[in-house]
């Protein structure tokens, strides 16, 4: 039986103002630094195991970097919200795949295993599914069946709420996949589990860790 192809999206802040509640995790005038290498570790990561990943950023000039870890850049031209850079990130994959299986993938998984992306794909088994963050409140990948719509419902409870809209919870285990950074407490469980390269070096710097 044929693959069918998988194509991801993620979502991007300008990284001057992303993830205001990780800001002391590293000197302020590193924050911005902080968002981007959290941003390439995960995009790294997922692109050993998708087909395509596409960044859709608010300021595509201050993420374009992300193009030399697997990325396509897109400028966001909607509201600001996060569904709506969804939806506009879909629109532009169904363009060129009708077909393709999608998924919206969090940009803050510095910790991400391919193997664990590639066991999320396989338990979804072609049916509209998400797995949820380590808190299981949130999502930190939501997939589409194929040729079908994403229908993203991000933003507080929305674990809850993408259930309710009928995607399947996935009970797998898949730690990297789970661990998404929000704080610096959650960027320090990151680092039991293995930074990514990026995200590991600037956060170890000087250190002998």
């Given at each position: 039986m044929e693959t069918v192809p998988v194509d991801l999206i993620v979502p991007m802040k300008p990284p001057r103002l992303g993830k205001s509640r990780l800001r002391g995790a590293v000197d302020d005038a590193r924050h911005a630094e902080l968002v981007l290498a959290l941003a390439s570790d995960t995009i790294a990561a997922a692109s050993e195991?998708?087909?395509?990943?596409?960044?859709?950023?608010?300021?595509?000039?201050?993420?374009?970097?992300?193009?030399?870890?697997?990325?396509?850049?897109?400028?966001?031209?909607?509201?600001g919200d996060l569904n709506a850079a969804l939806r506009q990130g879909e629109a532009h994959l169904r363009a060129d795949d009708p077909g393709a299986i999608l998924g919206a993938l969090q940009a803050d998984l510095p910790a991400l295993r391919p193997e664990d992306l590639e066991a999320a794909l396989a338990a979804s088994a072609g049916r509209r599914a998400f797995v949820a963050d380590w808190e299981r409140t949130g999502t930190t990948l939501l997939l589409s069946a194929p040729g079908a719509a994403l229908a993203p419902r991000f933003g507080p409870g929305s674990a809850?709420?993408?259930?309710?809209?009928?995607?399947?919870?996935?009970?797998?285990?898949?730690?990297?996949?789970?661990?998404?950074?929000?704080?610096?407490?959650?960027?320090?469980?990151?680092?039991?589990?293995?930074?990514?390269?990026?995200?590991?070096?600037?956060?170890?710097?000087?250190?002998?860790?």
């Amino acid at each position: 039986m044929e693959t069918v192809p998988v194509d991801l999206i993620v979502p991007m802040k300008p990284p001057r103002l992303g993830k205001s509640r990780l800001r002391g995790a590293v000197d302020d005038a590193r924050h911005a630094e902080l968002v981007l290498a959290l941003a390439s570790d995960t995009i790294a990561a997922a692109s050993e195991v998708v087909r395509r990943v596409l960044v859709v950023a608010a300021d595509p000039r201050a993420v374009r970097e992300l193009a030399g870890f697997g990325a396509e850049i897109v400028g966001e031209d909607g509201p600001g919200d996060l569904n709506a850079a969804l939806r506009q990130g879909e629109a532009h994959l169904r363009a060129d795949d009708p077909g393709a299986i999608l998924g919206a993938l969090q940009a803050d998984l510095p910790a991400l295993r391919p193997e664990d992306l590639e066991a999320a794909l396989a338990a979804s088994a072609g049916r509209r599914a998400f797995v949820a963050d380590w808190e299981r409140t949130g999502t930190t990948l939501l997939l589409s069946a194929p040729g079908a719509a994403l229908a993203p419902r991000f933003g507080p409870g929305s674990a809850r709420a993408h259930a309710r809209t009928g995607a399947i919870a996935l009970g797998l285990t898949a730690p990297s996949l789970r661990r998404d950074v929000d704080t610096a407490a959650d960027l320090e469980h990151a680092g039991t589990l293995g930074l990514g390269k990026r995200t590991a070096a600037l956060v170890y710097e000087g250190s002998a860790a």
